[in-house]
């Protein structure tokens, strides 16, 4: 089956700095990808997606880059502010509706 | 507009108790899924439904039944609760194939 796995579980940046998470997915068929960011005691939360004929798509302070050559996609977070602490998991969609999660990693902003 | 609803918010089963999770959504998705998450681990995806009358396995089904009569309403039941389905439940929802689904505040199921 597919496996996606984030690099780190953990991360702390300071308040105002870039933050880059990344993530790996294992099947070459993956064609859809997702960030979530998920607060404690709530559900994951749609942050930006990209599809497998994109490289690089960006959004409100968050840029997802893909790589398909070595199957990695990351999610850079500008300026990260304390509101961004939380756990980010990337998602990716094999067949059309069935997603695979990674671990998740846990972003800790120090003020 | 509630989005994706879940209840109960927290739920506390004895061994091989049955009991059914009940998520809901208004914006007329066709696709509804439900996913357990345990600690340290991603979600992981234990039935979907394409649409009413549809319902496919996931990657974790066992233990688990579900039914779509209704496009809003995706019930998830737990037919003979196991200590190993001590675990937080989420429901989600999208409007088509391979887009962003949106989650419910999930369910915290611990089964003694």
């Known amino acids: 089956g597919e496996s996606v796995g984030l690099h780190l579980p953990t991360l702390s940046v300071q308040e105002g700095d870039n933050s880059i998470i990344n993530c790996a997915y294992s099947n070459s068929a993956s064609d859809y990808f997702i960030w979530y960011k998920q607060e404690s005691g709530k559900g994951p939360q749609f942050i930006i997606d990209i599809r497998s004929n994109m490289d690089k798509r960006q959004g409100q302070r968050v840029t997802v880059l893909l790589n398909k050559t070595v199957k990695h996609l990351s999610l850079q977070i500008a300026a990260t502010q304390p509101g961004d602490s939380a756990v980010y998991f990337c998602?990716?969609?094999?067949?059309?509706?069935?997603?695979?999660f990674g671990t998740g990693t846990s972003l800790t902003v120090i003020p | 507009n509630a989005g994706v609803t879940q209840t109960p918010k927290f739920q506390v089963l004895k061994t091989g108790q049955s009991m059914t999770l009940q998520c809901a959504q208004d914006?007329?998705?066709?696709?509804m899924s439900w996913y357990r998450q345990d600690p340290g681990m991603g979600l992981r995806l234990i039935h979907y439904?394409?649409?009413?009358?549809?319902?496919d396995q996931g990657e974790v089904p066992n233990g688990y039944n579900v039914s779509r009569s209704t496009t809003e309403d995706f019930p998830l039941r737990l037919l003979s609760a196991a200590p190993s389905q001590t675990s937080v439940y989420f429901c989600a929802s999208s409007d088509i194939r391979g887009t962003e689904q949106y989650f419910g505040p999930g369910t915290r199921l611990t089964v003694t």
């Open positions: 914006m007329n998705h066709e696709y």
């Open positions: 439904s394409v649409g009413a009358g549809i319902t």
């Open positions: 998602a990716d969609d094999l067949t059309g509706n069935q997603f695979y």
